[in-house]
């Protein structure tokens, strides 16, 4: 499969309508039945079977009938609206080549309207810590809105988060643009990973910047968590940038001590392989902060002084709650942990998912992604639980995404920025509506999933028509 963005130039409005009318049921279903999507999306003119055909031909969705008919969305489809979402938003218009890979992301460049390169980096969280976050079910179990798409959104918003506060805070790393859904879009970094560098001009001062880095980072309360050679970048001036954030810690988490000199292991290690430094000496100043080391040189985390509330403070003012942070420590640590004292080679590159939709998507050649005007103005859902659209359509929305369980922040200050209080009685009935629909797809009951594939198992005839009659007030 690839990530052939030219698919998205011929993509209609209807195309994109139902492909997020699938994004929103999933916030309640991990499979979305048809119907739903038919509801959600109301096109005009009817079709929604049809366009799901043609969305599961692009492998945009994937139907599932194990349990009953229905859709859910691929990482492709999720990637599109992402992109385009961001090409409405006028962030950039065209996408490049693929030029990083990582343990869960792929990156790929950019262009602007004036011709700016930057960098975005697509998070496929599940890619190989995918075992890990089955393993913490039983935590999952209660949460309906769990799924890769919810946790890769996550990690882009909390790599968001900290990629802005740690550049306001002066450390070496991209600028954070903008964010939507599992999408980051930063700056392009010129230069490369520093394990493709075989050759350095000044080893010790870039030894001492990048331990420099990670003493800096626990004074402001933060360790990296996978501070190795693949996330820092180094350019032909030797000047040294980090890179990837989503598992990156409080210097609180119980486990802190173990991270941090981890961190601070894999950077001796790879300096005395790579450029056979050896580290007698004690650094007693590395990059202008002086700390204590112990008798290998090793910097002493608790010899830190560490600046209190820097996680908690610059992520709540982003958006990305306290609450948000332990789903995610939750669902990866095991992922963490399991890398624990592992080479980098083979927690990076190797182990990905068996899946070989997910490993496949590559961009070849660059490719325009100018927009249709008519395309523009289709159903435009930002995955931040915004949508532009008639009144209809978001009371739709609004009451199949509603429930404190699976409505998040944002979609809650959206909530409350337009709805008033007319609307709030209106709202109140609408989810009543919502709850009892959604209970009685869960009953068990199957539902159609195409014209062409269905199948009366008995009793569904009435049930659809029950359907329609609590869905008709909508
Ligand atoms: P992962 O979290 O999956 O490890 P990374 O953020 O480390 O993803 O990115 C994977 C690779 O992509 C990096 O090793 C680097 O080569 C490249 N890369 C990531 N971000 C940028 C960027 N802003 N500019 C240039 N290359 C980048
Ligand atoms: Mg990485």
């Given at each position: 499969m690839k990530l052939n963005v030219d698919v998205l130039r011929y993509l209609s409005k209807d195309d994109f309508r139902v492909l997020t009318a699938v994004e929103m049921g999933m916030r309640n279903h991990e499979i979305v039945p048809a119907e739903l999507v038919d509801r959600i999306a109301s096109l005009k003119h009817g079709g929604t079977y049809k366009v799901l055909k043609n969305l599961l031909k692009h492998k945009l969705l994937h139907h599932d009938s194990s349990k009953y008919d229905g859709f859910r969305l691929t990482y492709l489809g999720y990637d599109f609206l992402?992109?385009?979402?961001?090409?409405?938003?006028?962030?950039?218009?065209?996408?490049?080549?693929?030029i990083g890979v990582g343990k869960e992301s792929d990156i790929f460049e950019v262009a602007t309207e004036d011709g700016t390169i930057l960098a975005i980096k697509l998070h496929r969280l599940g890619r190989v810590s995918f075992?890990?976050?089955?393993?913490?079910?039983?935590?999952?179990?209660?949460?309906t809105s769990y799924s890769w798409l919810y946790l890769s959104r996550l990690a882009a918003i909390k790599e968001f988060a900290f990629m802005k506060a740690l550049e306001e805070h002066g450390f070496p790393v991209p600028r954070a643009v903008d964010c939507n859904r599992h999408c980051v879009v930063m700056s392009l970094v010129q230069g490369y990973p520093l394990v493709q560098v075989k050759e350095l001009q000044n080893p010790e001062t870039v030894f001492e910047r990048i331990v420099g880095l990670?003493?800096?980072?626990?004074?402001?309360?933060?360790?990296?968590?996978?501070?190795?050679?693949?996330?820092?970048?180094?350019?032909?001036?030797?000047?040294?940038?980090?890179?990837?954030?989503?598992?990156?810690?409080?210097?609180?988490?119980?486990?802190?001590?173990?991270?941090?000199?981890?961190?601070?292991?894999?950077?001796?290690?790879?300096?005395?392989?790579?450029?056979n430094m050896s580290f007698q000496e004690s650094l007693d100043d590395i990059d202008g902060s002086?700390?204590?080391?112990?008798?290998?040189?090793?910097p002493r985390f608790s010899s830190i002084e560490k600046g209190a509330g820097f996680l908690d403070k610059?992520?709540?003012?982003?958006?990305?709650?306290?609450?948000?942070?332990?789903?995610?420590?939750?669902?990866?640590?095991?992922?963490?942990?399991?890398?624990?004292?592992?080479?980098?080679?083979?927690?990076?590159?190797?182990?990905?998912?068996?899946?070989?939709?997910?490993?496949e998507s590559y961009i070849s050649g660059v490719v325009s992604l100018q927009l249709q005007e008519q395309e523009e103005q289709t159903l435009?859902?930002?995955?931040?639980?915004?949508?532009?659209?008639?009144?209809?359509?978001?009371?739709?929305?609004?009451?199949?995404?509603?429930?404190?369980?699976?409505?998040?922040?944002?979609?809650k200050e959206e909530d409350?920025?337009?709805m008033n209080d007319d609307d709030a009685e209106l709202m109140k009935r609408l989810r009543k509506q919502n709850r009892r629909a959604i209970a009685s797809v869960r009953g068990g009951r199957k539902t159609v999933a195409s014209r062409n594939?269905?199948?009366?198992?008995?009793?569904?005839?009435?049930?659809?028509s029950k359907m329609q009659k609590q869905l008709s007030g909508w």
């Open positions: 992402a992109i385009k979402t961001m090409v409405n938003r006028g962030v950039f218009m065209a996408v490049g080549r693929q075992r890990a976050v089955k393993s913490k079910r039983d935590y999952l179990r209660h949460r990670v003493v800096r980072l626990a004074e402001h309360g933060l360790i990296h968590c996978d501070f190795n050679e693949f996330n820092i970048m180094i350019d032909d001036d030797e000047k040294v940038t980090m890179i990837d954030f989503p598992q990156m810690v409080s210097v609180d988490h119980r486990n802190a001590q173990m991270y941090f000199d981890r961190d601070v292991e894999c950077i001796f290690k790879f300096f005395s392989k790579r450029f002086e700390v204590d080391t112990d008798e290998s040189g090793r610059e992520l709540a003012a982003s958006g990305f709650t306290r609450k948000d942070q332990e789903d995610m420590e939750k669902c990866i640590e095991g992922g963490i942990e399991k890398d624990a004292g592992s080479g980098e080679e083979e927690s990076e590159g190797g182990g990905h998912s068996s899946d070989s939709e997910l490993n435009n859902c930002d995955g931040e639980g915004r949508v532009e659209e008639n009144q209809q359509n978001s009371e739709v929305r609004q009451s199949q995404t509603s429930g404190p369980e699976t409505q998040d922040a944002s979609d409350n920025q337009t594939s269905y199948k009366d198992k008995g009793g569904k005839s009435s049930h659809n």
